[in-house]
């Protein structure tokens, strides 16, 4: 099964995006967890650009449509979502693949769940399948870990990879119930 993640922040030292790196690491073997490191790239979402889109904003179609999940991890600022993850979500508002696509969230932050809340909302109103028992918060907040922390840390690796297996489970039913002719990558 092939999961993208999205993570919400663009700061070098994100545990959002450590977060999502070390889900990456600690993939159960039918899983295989790839970070998305475009978003930053992607230019303001603007319709106009419908007819060609840029580059960046081809490639993330191309992999999202490629995905069978998806996996997101993004901050909360100012008790809301980031710039970042609204304008992508933006961009994939009118993208047909992305509609019932499976997706979990992952809060690094207990304190977030005004954003947590807030993109649950848009991802349901996009018609994504939001995976509960895959979308989960972790108190990674101040707990000081970084990527290999996470993988080493006994309760997050095992939060983390419950949260897959979950993903993967969810994936497997989803497909089952659409009667899906292809099989699970």
């Keep these: 099964m092939k999961v993208l993640a999205l993570s919400g922040s663009l700061r070098a030292a994100s545990i959002n995006s450590a977060l999502l790196r070390a889900a990456a690491r600690l993939a159960p073997p039918e ?4 970070v998305f490191t475009g978003l930053g ?3 303001l979402f603007n319709p106009d650009l419908d007819a060609s889109y840029p580059e960046p904003v081809a490639s993330l179609f191309f992999q999202v449509a490629q995905a069978d999940a998806l996996l997101i991890a993004s901050p909360e600022y100012a008790h809301g979502v980031t710039g970042t993850i609204k304008n992508t979500l933006d961009w994939l508002v009118g993208f047909e693949p992305f509609a019932n696509k499976p997706v979990a969230v992952l809060n690094a932050s207990p304190r977030a769940y005004h954003a ?7 991802l349901r109103t996009m018609a994504a399948v939001l995976i509960e028992p895959a979308s989960v918060t972790l108190p990674l907040l101040g707990a000081k870990l970084d990527e290999d922390g996470m993988v080493s840390s006994p309760g997050v690796a095992a939060a983390i990879r419950e949260a897959l297996v979950a993903l993967y489970d969810a994936v497997v039913l989803h497909k089952l119930a659409s009667n899906a002719s292809f099989p699970i990558r």
Excluded: F, H
């Design 116 to 122: 947590d809340a807030a993109l649950r909302e848009t």
């Design 31 to 34: 899983v295989s967890v790839t």
């Design 41 to 43: 790239d992607l230019p």
